[in-house]
């Protein structure tokens, strides 16, 4: 099977715009998570869908959102971009159940200017 | 609420010695565990994880974790380090469907 796969891998933005990074899971898997992580912050949980439906969110601005297709692929849009979104986003794909192993992607690297 | 802790941002070993890496969680419910390593540029990949059952939970590239409930613990050894296994280690806790992850542990080993 294919593993998760992320794109763009690598983005540079400027302050105020927007970002969308897409994410499309391991066939069969029904949860997509996503994580931001930081040198200072670490790993932290954004969101996480299911079968289309927001079923879990972290602690984030509104500025952040997601959404998830009939098909499992995710997107996560981040607006109006600040210095401090620059991280590594990291998407991971499961078939949901706590207990199941969440497979991560390669992420995407977001440098904001 | 639930949270880890791993003591150590650095780890320094040489090849051929042990390896431990200390994970210490709280959970208000019987947690799953989990313990993933990072390299340079890559996503996270799962060593190994402890569900339920045997608390010995044996993993990829001869890593094993013990999970010890009264301790809340859940350590990472290995018995004899490998210069490949220089990356950052990360363990995780989840009693939904979401991660929570401690800072990491950078492990380094010289020959």
């Known amino acids: 099977k294919a593993g998760v796969t992320q794109t763009p891998r690598y983005l540079i933005k400027t302050r105020g715009q927007q970002v969308t990074l897409s994410c499309s899971p391991i066939?069969?898997?029904?949860?997509v998570s996503w994580y931001q992580q930081t040198p200072g912050q670490g790993l932290q949980f954004l969101f996480e869908?299911?079968?289309?439906?927001?079923?879990n969110k972290g602690n984030f601005p509104g500025r952040f959102s997601g959404r998830q297709f009939s098909n499992s692929r995710s997107e996560m849009n981040v607006s109006t971009l600040e210095l401090g979104d620059s991280a590594l986003y990291l998407c991971?794909?499961?078939?949901?159940?706590?207990?199941?192993?969440?497979?991560f992607g390669p992420g995407t690297r977001l440098l904001v200017l | 609420a639930q949270s880890v802790t791993q003591l150590g941002s650095h780890v320094s070993v040489s090849e051929g010695a042990l390896v431990l890496l200390r994970c210490n969680y709280s959970?208000?419910?019987?947690?799953?565990l989990f313990w993933y390593v990072q390299y340079p540029n890559q996503g996270l990949q799962l060593l190994l994880k402890?569900?339920?059952?045997?608390?010995l939970v044996k993993g990829i590239n001869g890593f094993e974790a013990e999970f010890k409930k009264s301790e809340t613990s859940f350590h990472l050894t290995k018995p004899s380090a490998h210069m490949s296994d220089a990356a950052e280690y990360f363990c995780?806790?989840?009693?939904?469907?979401?991660?929570?992850f401690g800072k990491g542990t950078m492990l380094l080993v010289s020959p």
């Open positions: 991971a794909s499961s078939l949901g159940s706590a207990e199941e192993t969440q497979y």
């Open positions: 995780a806790v989840t009693s939904y469907s979401t991660l929570t």
């Open positions: 959970s208000s419910v019987p947690p799953y």
């Open positions: 402890y569900t339920t059952g045997a608390t």
């Open positions: 869908y299911f079968s289309e439906t927001q079923r």
């Open positions: 066939s069969g898997h029904r949860s």
